[in-house]
């Protein structure tokens, strides 16, 4: 564990390379733990009628990972044959999800001067 400068100090443990708060418990375990490509698609692709759901997870994985839709493909059916980073990345991707439903729903106010793009 190290800590690095932020703007956000209450946001300063570095874990497996995520940056997670400084709390004991839940986030903390949270923050460590890896999500599977087919957990991240059941949270956030929606299953839409008549819409390839696999396409759409592999478009969403791609994106969110940096790679392209024909690399994530070749992961196999269930992503297994993924690299292991990607699951870090996909936890992030998680909680910032996460986090920006919290924004929508009113429950965080964002400060004035935090970045809007």
Same mark, same amino acid.
């Given at each position: 564990? %190290? !800590? *690095? =400068? !932020?703007? #956000?100090?209450? #946001?300063?443990?570095? =874990? /497996?390379?995520? $940056?997670?708060p400084p709390m004991t418990g839940? $986030?903390?375990?949270l923050c460590q733990l890896p999500l599977e490509p087919m957990e991240y698609c059941r949270r956030w *692709? $929606?299953?839409?009628?008549? @819409? /390839?759901? &696999?396409k759409a997870c592999i478009n969403a994985i791609a994106e969110v990972t940096g790679t392209s839709p024909k690399t994530v493909k070749d992961w196999g059916t269930e992503f297994r %044959? &993924?690299? =292991?980073?990607? !699951? %870090?990345i996909l @936890?992030?991707?998680?909680?910032i999800n996460q986090f920006k439903q919290l924004v929508v729903k009113g429950i $965080?106010?964002?400060p004035s001067d935090f970045p809007q793009e």
């Open positions: 564990m %190290r !800590s *690095v =400068k !932020s703007p #956000w100090s209450r #946001w300063n443990t570095v =874990k /497996n390379g995520l $940056i997670c839940g $986030i903390d375990i *692709v $929606i299953h839409e009628p008549g @819409r /390839n759901y &696999r %044959r &993924r690299p =292991k980073y990607v !699951s %870090r @936890r992030q991707a998680d909680l $965080i106010t964002l």
